[in-house]
């Protein structure tokens, strides 16, 4: 390896393609969603070409769109991501493992203890992608009517992140003593009580579970909204961007690590990993063609239903041959929103287009040879676009199979990539630092 940056590389598993038409194509496996023996295949490939992390995606209701659209989508049925993770982590040595954990409806203790197990039991390969769930479905299976405003999930996300990392530190690293001859099994001076009182939420503690192996599991933030940019900067280590061109992702880069230094952070502590939809073919024309046709599988019920999700109003009541008409404010996602807008006026799209391009994958697309694709990412990571990327693949297991044996190679060839893992846990592959724990100081 030389002296250059290198490139992270998750894979954005939910827990397989994100593309609506994906379990359609040819030679793909239409139950992956929902099949072990397929997700511990993929998992173990991932392994194999050196890839950072395992990214699980989660959802906590069925997508909120009509059931002409929901019935054609294959993220009705997915595993419970910790679940499927833990089963992962006895299958692989490597390979990091994040999940998705809702701040809006879960509670801290119970994220804290289960990410903390899933860390000992993977011997320090979690982590934490932080979301505020913009689902408005979610919150009536949660005793809830309505959804929580944006600025309150936000503002809850940043008490649950304090009151979940200082549920970690409940113990010292070196609290279990375990003495046989004496019957001590912990030290008392070595556990803190957290006392939580806050405006959301209230947690006594400790955690009954030590500390996890790497201090804290790896905590992960999606949010490109104002409120989410400066969530990352004050707590993330890593983040799941979603650019579509490299101009956007330089901005993105250069706002969110600028609020870090403000903020007194080191910007090597946080790794920029935007969405990257990779195809591969032997052409640029072979792998054009390929996304043509996995787009033609995407059907306009479940397109224009993915729309409607991303603009928080029904799309369907649109003029599909039509501009995109003046979309009023929602508590949906504001940054996918936003995007979608740009979107449709930078390209001068109709409903049907924009519509289109959303059931498929509307994000950063790199489509070609690996050669071009690998041009397309040294590009991104040399001019500070990103750190690296979430990689999705198109179709499994072909969309995998080829990147691992086909691109990383050629990122290897070019000194832009690991040929071995650097460590034994996901804070030592990502270059972070292990977090001293705030209530009990390491002696030197």
């Not at 139950?31 to 490939?45: M, V």
């Not at 804290?216 to 900067?233: E, F, M, T, Y």
Request: charged share 20%.
């Amino acid at each position: 390896m030389n002296g250059s940056r290198q490139l992270r590389l998750g894979a954005f598993m939910r827990p397989v393609s994100i593309h609506t038409g994906a379990w359609r194509y040819p030679g793909a496996y239409p139950d992956a969603n929902f099949n072990f023996e397929h997700i511990k295949q993929f998992a173990q490939k991932l392994e194999y070409g050196k890839f950072d992390a395992f990214f699980m995606a989660d959802h906590l209701a069925l997508l909120n769109m009509p059931v002409e659209a929901l019935k054609r989508s294959a993220t009705v049925t997915s595993f419970e991501p910790m679940t499927l993770l833990s089963a992962l982590a006895a299958v692989t040595k490597n390979l990091g493992l994040i999940a998705t954990g809702s701040t809006t409806y879960d509670e801290p203790y119970h994220v804290a203890r289960r990410f903390a197990s899933l860390d000992h039991i993977s011997s320090g390969r979690a982590g934490w992608n932080v979301v505020t769930t913009s689902n408005p479905h979610a919150s009536m299976n949660f005793g809830r009517e309505e959804h929580l405003e944006h600025a309150d999930r936000y503002a809850r996300a940043k008490e649950f992140y304090t009151v979940v990392t200082g549920l970690w530190d409940s113990w010292a690293d070196d609290a279990f003593i375990r003495n046989v001859a004496d019957g001590i099994y912990f030290n008392p001076e070595k556990l803190h009580y957290l006392d939580h009182k806050g405006k959301h939420l209230s947690v006594r503690g400790p955690l009954n579970i030590g500390r996890p192996l790497q201090g804290w599991p790896v905590i992960v933030q999606a949010g490109a909204s104002d409120a989410g940019r400066q969530l990352a900067a004050e707590t993330a280590e890593a983040v799941f961007a979603s650019h579509s061109n490299l101009a956007a992702g330089q901005a993105f880069y250069a706002d969110v690590k600028g609020r870090m230094k403000a903020l007194g952070r080191n910007p090597e502590h946080l790794k920029i990993l935007p969405a990257c939809f990779v195809l591969v073919g032997d052409t640029v024309e072979e792998a054009r063609s390929k996304r043509a046709h996995l787009d033609s599988l995407v059907h306009y019920q479940s397109a224009i239903a993915s729309l409607s999700i991303v603009l928080g109003h029904d799309a369907s009541k649109f003029d599909p041959d039509k501009p995109l008409p003046k979309i009023p404010e929602s508590n949906a996602s504001k940054s996918a929103r936003e995007r979608a807008i740009a979107l449709a006026e930078t390209e001068g799209l109709t409903v049907r287009q924009l519509a289109q391009r959303l059931g498929g994958f509307s994000g950063l697309a790199i489509v070609g040879t690996p050669e071009t694709i690998a041009n397309e990412m040294e590009e991104w990571l040399m001019t500070n676009g990103c750190d690296g990327f979430n990689i999705m693949f198109p179709y499994l297991p072909d969309g995998l199979d080829n990147f691992v044996e086909q691109v990383v190679p050629e990122l290897q060839q070019r000194g832009l990539f690991r040929t071995e893992y650097e460590g034994t846990t996901l804070r030592a592959n990502l270059g972070l630092p292990r977090p001293d724990n705030q209530f009990f100081k390491t002696e030197n």
